[in-house]
């Protein structure tokens, strides 16, 4: 049986990443965090379309929300990531039209090889589908699909795949019935 050697761990991020964190870090501090929660939604969207982000029309970021890397992260029309979600997007987030991730969420998308003696970086990314819901304080790991207006329960653990218009709970994450949509009655 081996043993972990960290000595020869290396950081796999390349040089340009660092950079524009480094530069994406102090705009966010400077000019997106400072922003008021109503009003200028408009101009956290620009900050970050010009960190390489693509954003829909109509998408909501609100401005305590930490993105690691904006050219990984992709939200459809009308989404919206909320209050303190952290997008740790070492690989690609993307989020359908009207995705809605809640308050105090945790995207994450890498982790480590604990096989490896040193550690070694693994990422995939994540999607969240169209009409998605991933309610308050959720986990979602690397390589989880949310499937089309699925809902994950606040704190869940998802590290596995949702299926479309599922809901699921708990940790680990668990289907715990189906989402229907009522129509509106005006």
């Given at each position: 049986?081996?043993?972990?050697?960290?000595?020869?761990?290396?950081?796999?991020?390349?040089?340009?990443?660092?950079?524009?964190?480094?530069?994406?870090?102090?705009?966010?501090?400077?000019?997106?965090?400072?922003?008021?929660?109503?009003?200028?939604?408009?101009?956290?969207?620009?900050?970050?379309?010009?960190?390489?982000?693509r954003i829909g029309k109509g998408a909501s970021i609100l401005p305590s929300c930490r993105i690691w890397l904006p050219e990984n992260l992709s939200m459809g029309e009308y989404s919206c990531l909320s209050e303190k979600v952290d997008?740790?997007?070492?690989?690609?987030?993307?989020?359908?039209?009207?995705?809605?991730?809640?308050?105090g969420t945790f995207l994450c998308?890498?982790?480590?090889?604990?096989?490896?003696?040193?550690?070694?970086?693994?990422?995939?990314?994540i999607k969240i589908a169209s009409?998605?819901?991933?309610?308050?304080?959720?986990?979602?790991?690397?390589g989880v699909t949310v499937g089309e207006g699925a809902v994950v329960g606040a704190c869940a653990v998802v590290t596995k795949d949702v299926a479309p218009w599922t809901v699921v709970a708990g940790n680990p994450a668990k289907r715990i019935g189906d989402r229907q949509i009522k129509d509106c009655d005006d």
């Open positions: 049986m081996g043993t972990l050697n960290l000595k020869h761990y290396q950081n796999r991020h390349s040089r340009k990443s660092k950079v524009l964190r480094v530069i994406w870090n102090l705009a966010w501090l400077l000019l997106f965090r400072p922003t008021p929660r109503g009003i200028l939604c408009g101009w956290r969207r620009f900050l970050l379309r010009c960190f390489g982000a997008c740790y997007c070492v690989d690609k987030i993307t989020l359908g039209n009207q995705a809605i991730v809640s308050q998308t890498a982790s480590h090889d604990i096989e490896s003696p040193t550690m070694a970086l693994t990422h995939k990314p009409q998605a819901w991933v309610a308050a304080r959720a986990f979602v790991g690397p």
